[in-house]
């Protein structure tokens, strides 16, 4: 079903730039103004009638001249 699908997508795309802002914010905060090996995973699992995301977001912060 399209309306499905596209619902889906919106929320993956919320999920994917929310992480994106908190690893952002979390280098940020470090002294960074960059950040390296910047590697994201999504995983969908259900518990019960639920499904969830699981988001892991990994990089470098860094700073550079």
Known sequence: D??????KTTIYLKIYLE???ELKANAIKQ?????????MNLTTTSFGSK???IVSVTGT?????
């Open 31 to 39: 002294g960074a103004n960059a950040v390296l090996g910047y590697n």
């Open 19 to 21: 992480a994106n802002v």
């Open 61 to 65: 912060a860094v700073e550079t001249a």
């Open 51 to 53: 499904n969830y995301v």
């Open 2 to 7: 399209v309306k499905i699908n596209l619902l």
